[in-house]
C-alpha cells in the first residue's frame, strides 16, 4: 500500500574522471545521490546547498548548478513510499568527508556500477543521465 511521496533535491557531483559520488545513509543498505528533503522556506538551491555541507563538509559551487530535471521512483528507504527528486548537476569545492547521517560515500563509473544496492532513483534515473555523452 502506498502512503505517499517525499520530496526532495539530490546532487549529481562527478569527479575529475567522471565518476559519481553516491552516499548510503546510516542503518540503511542503498547508495543514492547526497541530498535530502527541504526546510520550511528553503528553495532549491538554498536546501541542496545546507544538505551538501551537512552530510558531505563541503560547499556547493553556485555557479556549477545546472538544473537536471525532476523525476520520481521508488523510495529506498520507506517502504510503501515514492520519492520526487529535483536533480541538479553540482561542483564542490573543499575536502569531502561523510558527516551526519551519512556512513558511507563512494565514488563510481556510472557506466559500470559495481555490485552494490543502489536506490532506485540512482539506478533507474541518475546513472543512466550519467551516462549520456552530453553528461560526460
Known sequence: ????????????????????????????????QPGGKRDPGEDDVAALAREIAEELGCRMVRDSIQPLGEFDAVAANEPGWRVHACLYGIDVTGDIVPNREIDAMIWIDPAAPPDILLAPLTRDHVLPLACRPSMA
Open 1 to 32: 500500500m502506498e502512503t505517499g511521496t517525499i520530496r526532495v533535491v539530490a546532487a549529481l557531483i562527478r569527479d575529475a574522471a567522471g565518476r559519481v559520488l553516491l552516499v548510503r545513509k546510516r542503518g540503511t543498505s542503498a547508495f543514492m
